[in-house]
């Protein structure tokens, strides 16, 4: 699908240069985390400003903790918030690891950011400039990408020897999760993305997970 999005953002006026995985997110807790009701126990932090995971959040009828993520270490300190979403690699080196006791097994969902020059930054580029940006760019993001999930890997396994323990999910409580992130999706069509683009991204999903 990155003709599409590429199309998309052209619309737009931007050009992708490309995309950054950022990881899979897991819950790391205070308490352990093995379905919805133990989730709707604890104070559960939101990123603040972020309109999908308060859906997912409050879809499980949780009531969050809305918050920038310079604070999420001090409101872990003080109580505030129990339980936070993060990739391993972010839990380590923003330290909230020394303030949780829990990691859940099973990633919640896959974070990934793009990097953009406006098209008119873009066109200024001769054509062999362009092409060389774009093979760099190319390159780039390929050890970049690489080395993030090798980072999010190690960064579990640190985590783990430092005492956090790993939970794994009640029987049933990932189809759980699964139909409510179903049902957000279906809601936020239409407000956050097109009904026409989640239907090919599921589509895409389906067919990779088929194979």
């Known amino acids: ?57 409050e879809e499980l009828g949780v009531n969050p903790v809305p918050l920038n993520i310079t ?15 993060v990739t391993p690699y972010g839990c380590l080196s923003l330290q909230w690891f020394t303030r949780v006791k829990h990691l859940v097994d099973i990633p919640i969902t896959h974070a990934m950011g793009a990097v953009v020059l406006s098209e008119k930054q873009w066109s200024l580029l001769a054509p062999e400039e362009a092409g060389a940006v774009a093979r760099l760019a190319e390159e ?16 579990e396994e640190a985590i783990l020897t430092r005492g956090l323990g790993r939970t794994e999910l009640a029987p049933g409580a990932m189809e759980g999760f699964e139909a409510i992130g179903r049902r957000v999706w279906d809601r936020l069509a239409g ?21």
């Open 1 to 57: 699908l990155d003709q599409v999005f590429e199309e998309r953002l052209r619309a737009r006026g931007f050009h992708l240069l490309g995309w950054a995985d950022v990881g899979f997110v897991r819950f790391f807790s205070r308490h352990a985390v093995r379905d919805a009701g133990d989730l709707r126990a604890q104070k559960t932090w939101l990123w603040e400003g972020d309109p999908l995971a308060r859906a997912f959040l």
């Open 71 to 85: 604070d999420v270490l001090t409101a872990l300190q003080t109580g505030i918030v129990d339980a936070v979403y």
């Open 140 to 155: 780039i993001f390929g050890r970049l990408n690489a080395a993030t999930r090798e980072q999010n890997d190690e960064a």
């Open 191 to 211: 407000v956050l993305y097109e009904r026409d683009l989640l239907d090919r991204l599921t589509g895409a999903l389906a067919g990779a997970r088929g194979r």
